[in-house]
């Protein structure tokens, strides 16, 4: 009974560092996908050039 007394005990002294925790990895995929967003961004800036060089030779 003590036994179990304790784990509970801890577990609920251990909560607010799990939720910095989760936190800290919710940041961490936030981070991913901006970089991601950022090279869509980029790689959709080259299309918009090259359908303008398209656009400029087909006249």
């Known amino acids: ?3 179990y007394f304790l784990d509970v005990l801890l577990v609920k ?3 607010p560092f799990l ?4 936190f800290t ?3 961490k995929i936030i981070n ?4 991601q967003v950022q ?3 980029i790689e959709l800036e080259k299309v918009k050039q ?3 060089i398209a656009i ?3 006249k």
């Open 13 to 15: 002294m251990m909560e």
């Open 50 to 52: 090259w359908r303008e």
């Open 32 to 35: 991913e996908l901006q970089e």
């Open 25 to 27: 990895r919710v940041e």
């Open 56 to 58: 400029k030779y087909q």
């Open 19 to 22: 939720i910095i925790f989760d």
């Open 39 to 41: 090279s869509v961004t």
């Open 1 to 3: 009974m003590l036994a």
